[in-house]
């Protein structure tokens, strides 16, 4: 969703799932998924050696990086529209069954463990 499509007038895809139900996601502060990332390299094993000689297989390891704060989609299209001042022209959509998913919610108690992480656990449109 862009904001501009809403300043712009233009319609916005809103969607739901099944019978009216809500698609409602776990929104992520981009500068969490930053920290994330730098977080991880900074405390994974080498793989090389010096000179490029291989010592071990690269290190795998998987983190779920998050909000843990689902929110419907419908509110967070009603809090742009307070922050921009401007009614969005929602176009109510079944969603799609091959696209996304009726609900997500981050675990991000192995990345907050293994990475320290202080995870800014706020979400933009309760007014942070």
């Given at each position: 969703?862009?904001?501009?499509?809403?300043?712009?007038?233009?319609?916005?895809?809103?969607?739901?799932?099944?019978?009216?139900?809500?698609?409602?996601?776990?929104?992520?502060?981009?500068?969490d998924?930053?920290?994330?990332?730098?977080?991880?390299?900074?405390?994974?094993?080498?793989?090389?050696?010096?000179?490029?000689?291989?010592?071990?297989?690269?290190?795998?390891r998987?983190?779920?990086?998050?909000?843990?704060?689902?929110?419907?989609?419908?509110?967070?299209?009603?809090?742009?529209?307070?922050?921009?001042?401007?009614?969005?022209?929602?176009?109510?959509?079944?969603?799609?069954r091959?696209?996304?998913?009726?609900?997500t919610?981050?675990?991000?108690?192995?990345?907050?463990?293994?990475?320290?992480?202080?995870?800014n656990?706020?979400?933009?449109?309760?007014?942070?």
């Amino acid at each position: 969703m862009k904001k501009a499509n809403i300043l712009k007038g233009k319609s916005i895809p809103v969607f739901e799932w099944g019978n009216h139900g809500t698609v409602v996601h776990d929104f992520t502060y981009i500068d969490d998924i930053v920290k994330g990332c730098l977080g991880a390299l900074d405390t994974a094993e080498k793989s090389t050696g010096s000179g490029g000689k291989k010592e071990g297989a690269a290190q795998f390891r998987i983190f779920i990086l998050g909000n843990t704060s689902p929110v419907p989609v419908s509110d967070l299209v009603s809090f742009l529209e307070k922050l921009l001042k401007v009614k969005a022209k929602r176009r109510v959509m079944k969603s799609p069954r091959n696209g996304d998913v009726p609900f997500t919610h981050a675990n991000i108690s192995l990345a907050q463990r293994e990475l320290s992480l202080g995870i800014n656990q706020r979400w933009i449109c309760k007014g942070s």
